[in-house]
């Protein structure tokens, strides 16, 4: 069974830094991960998708990296902004059974000025 | 092209009632997902549906709760006799039929259930 964790549960950083978010799946048989973001009380917002053949990928101050081998991804965010507070979600996708989500507890950040 | 809608937005609910929320996948998804968020807990799985076809219901209590996408119109997850277990968000994800490793789900903003 899939078991998807990411540490650390909740991080408060000062503007300004580079954070790291950590995903770890348990069964590396997935067919891709997606990083989300929700707001408090708002639905999510899907941010990057790695797909299972690769190995990262980029989108303004955001970096995923996927190393399934190792059932881990990490989430860089550079030059944290207070914006940046949210709920960070990652998923994966399996690639067997059915094409559902399985969804890590997420970590709460907040950065603040 | 407007994204995954759902309504309503909130719903409140007294023990007992039935709770219908829907959700209209964006234009060209024909997969639809419902996931719930309890209070202080994570996302997770409840119904996996295609067009007319339930696909994967393993998530779904057994009991009071059912889910349905018509050939027509939006999916639709109905609980009965609500209890107040059953606050929490819900939240409804498409996808395209392509289901390859690209393939990417598109959340909607979620159904607020209160229970009272």
């Known amino acids: 069974k899939q078991e998807v964790t990411q540490i650390p549960a909740a991080l408060s950083v000062p503007e300004g830094e580079n954070l790291v978010l950590n995903c770890s799946f348990t069964?590396?048989?997935?067919?891709?991960l997606q990083w989300f973001r929700q707001d408090p009380g708002k639905g999510l917002t899907s941010l990057l998708l790695?797909?299972?053949?690769?190995r990262e990928q980029t989108s303004g101050r955001l970096n995923a990296s996927l190393d399934k081998s190792s059932g881990r991804s990490t989430l860089y965010i550079a030059a944290s902004q207070p914006g940046d507070s949210a709920t960070y979600l990652c998923?994966?996708?399996?690639?067997?059974?059915?094409?559902?989500?399985?969804f890590g507890t997420g970590t709460r950040l907040q950065v603040f000025p | 092209n407007a994204g995954v809608m759902q309504n309503p937005r909130h719903l409140v609910r007294r023990r007992g009632q039935e709770a219908r929320l829907r959700c209209s996948p964006m234009?060209?998804?024909?997969?639809v997902y419902w996931y719930r968020q309890l209070p202080e807990e994570g996302l997770k799985f409840m119904v996996y549906?295609?067009?007319?076809?339930?696909?994967?219901e393993s998530g779904m209590p057994k009991e009071r709760f059912s889910a349905e996408f018509p050939k027509e119109g939006p999916s639709i997850l109905r609980i009965q006799q609500v209890v107040r277990g059953d606050s929490a968000a819900y939240f409804c994800?498409?996808?395209?039929?392509?289901?390859?490793?690209?393939?990417?789900?598109?959340f909607g903003q979620g159904t607020r259930l209160t229970v009272v």
């Open positions: 790695i797909q299972s053949s690769q």
């Open positions: 549906l295609q067009k007319e076809n339930i696909i994967d």
């Open positions: 234009k060209g998804h024909s997969h």
């Open positions: 994800a498409s996808s395209p039929e392509d289901q390859g490793a690209g393939t990417e789900a598109f």
């Open positions: 998923a994966v996708r399996q690639s067997y059974n059915t094409d559902k989500l399985i």
């Open positions: 069964d590396s048989a997935i067919y891709n």
